[in-house]
């Protein structure tokens, strides 16, 4: 950890060196060039083709210049905006950190009955309630998948319940090329039209490839329309170590590294400049359980190592944290969302998804969520760092007070007490009898009733009511158009 504040400005943390960094990269080129990746289809095919790529059926390969062209052709900031007002929300570049949730769990906790039940649209709505309360939480994806309504316009659903909810920045699924052409439609709704939507936009789909290297016919057109269109796409891999990628970290790194570039060279090649996040989940199956882990400490390595690839690209990433193999909100899920909150949070890494995953990502948590709202703000203080100068360095105010005197009453003090500590909410730092006379809560008890509170009381900045309703009515036009089939 390197926590120098002239140098660094904050804390930091790396597992590769920039040697380590050029060795994995060259080796994420050579997958390009010599194994490829498949595509299935059509258009994307000709699109690479007609860009330099080296076309067997739908097996391409890649050369290397091409990979380098398109790192060099996509931006290396990516800003999205709140969707109510048009503010700057996040500036994705450099080592700027921003936590949300994760997307479509089958499974949710209701906070009411600490049952697991089905996700559903109302199950959505709450979630994303939830995190438009929540400071550190800084951008909602839906935290669960809309199973209550035909599955083949689920993620119109999905959408119109996050929207309605929240004013922060979305990350979206959709199911084929059909449905984020829907979602596009009514981000332009709110918006104000395709133009505003372009300028400012507040939402970036995320697609991710099959591993190893194959590109699915939905996410292939997926990420071709977010670049004709101008609009920001994640597009990452989740990869097992032992399963779908090598064992071996390194070759695991450098397969999933080849997956995100593959991508990106279709996306560049579709629209030069087109805003492109690279990213993932990587981490291991485990071999006892063949669950892909999210608690595992691999994870949290390949993690932190996908960072430092990212900051050396200069590319904006998509990252992973605050999650949990647990199955409920117990000690181990405090220990495994702690170590990758803040080890995601020191490695720079700068849209980091899943906060809230409990049951290595079958299930929502909202405890979990507020929990980890809590343990994000703890991080964002470690990597702030020490401040150094000459007013902090305090020297003039140790001479005024002196040996055996107290700082307690020094407008010193009274300056730089909320500045410099971080005050949590959750956690507790009461004396004994004070803990006693409150009840006797614990973590998981306060946090529960964080989150009914917010959803009794709290309310999300609502959109006009002509704007809902004409997002309904594309829901409504999706549905029908999949009945009259």
């Not at 990979?67 to 450099?94: I, Q």
């Not at 479509?104 to 995190?131: C, E, G, H, L, W």
């Not at 790194?253 to 690279?278: H, R």
């Not at 309703?469 to 409504?476: F, G, P, R, S, Y």
């Amino acid at each position: 950890m390197r926590s120098n504040y002239k140098v660094n400005d904050g804390a930091e943390i790396s597992v590769l060196s920039d040697e380590e960094v050029r060795r994995l990269l060259a080796a994420s080129f050579e997958i390009l060039e010599r194994a490829g990746a498949q595509y299935h289809d059509k258009e994307s095919i000709e699109i690479l083709k007609k860009g330099g790529c080296w076309v067997d059926g739908n097996v391409v390969k890649i050369p290397t210049k091409l990979v380098e062209w398109a790192l060099r052709s996509a931006p290396s900031k990516v800003t999205l905006y709140n969707s109510r007002t048009g503010d700057m929300a996040m500036r994705l570049e450099g080592n700027n950190s921003y936590f949300g949730t994760g997307s479509d769990t089958p499974f949710f906790i209701d906070p009411y009955t600490q049952n697991r039940i089905p996700a559903s649209k109302k199950t959505v709505s709450m979630a994303t309630k939830v995190i438009d309360a929540l400071p550190n939480l800084d951008f909602v994806m839906s935290l669960g998948i809309v199973q209550d309504v035909p599955q083949l316009v689920y993620d119109r659903h999905q959408f119109e319940a996050m929207i309605l909810n929240t004013s922060k920045p979305i990350v979206i699924t959709a199911i084929d090329i059909d449905g984020y052409a829907d979602i596009i439609e009514m981000c332009q709704i709110v918006a104000g039209g395709e133009e505003e939507l372009i300028k400012r936009p507040f939402m970036t789909l995320y697609a991710e490839p099959i591993s190893p290297l194959v590109h699915s016919e939905e996410a292939a057109q997926k990420l071709v329309l977010a670049a004709k269109k101008g609009l920001p796409v994640v597009y990452t891999p989740c990869i097992m170590a032992g399963s779908t990628v090598p064992m071996t970290l390194a070759g695991a790194v450098a397969n999933g590294v080849a997956e995100s570039l593959s991508g990106l060279v279709l996306n560049q090649l579709t629209n030069e400049g087109s805003p492109f996040i690279m990213g993932g989940v990587f981490t291991i199956m485990d071999q006892n359980t063949t669950i892909f882990s999210y608690g595992a400490p691999e994870f949290d390595i390949m993690m932190v190592a996908l960072a430092d690839i990212s900051n050396y690209l200069s590319l904006p990433m998509f990252g992973t944290a605050g999650c949990t193999d647990s199955k409920i909100v117990d000690e181990q899920a405090a220990i495994e969302d702690s170590l990758s909150i803040m080890l995601s949070a020191l490695s720079g890494a700068n849209l980091i998804h899943d906060v809230g995953y409990i049951e290595h990502g079958n299930t929502a948590s909202l405890e979990n969520l507020v929990i980890s709202n809590e343990l994000i703000g703890y991080a964002r203080r470690v990597v702030n760092g020490i401040e150094v100068n000459d007013d902090t360095l305090a020297t003039d105010i140790i001479d005024k007070v002196g040996p055996g005197g107290n700082f307690l009453g020094e407008e010193h003090t009274i300056k730089y007490f909320k500045k410099e500590t971080w005050y949590p909410e959750l956690f507790k730092r009461d004396i004994y009898d004070n803990w006693v006379a409150q009840g006797k809560k614990t973590l998981t008890q306060r946090a529960n009733k964080k989150v009914k509170d917010i959803l009794e009381n709290y309310q999300p900045e609502p959109l006009p009511q002509d704007v809902q309703k004409k997002l309904h009515d594309i829901v409504d036009r999706a549905e029908q158009k999949i009945l009259k089939k």
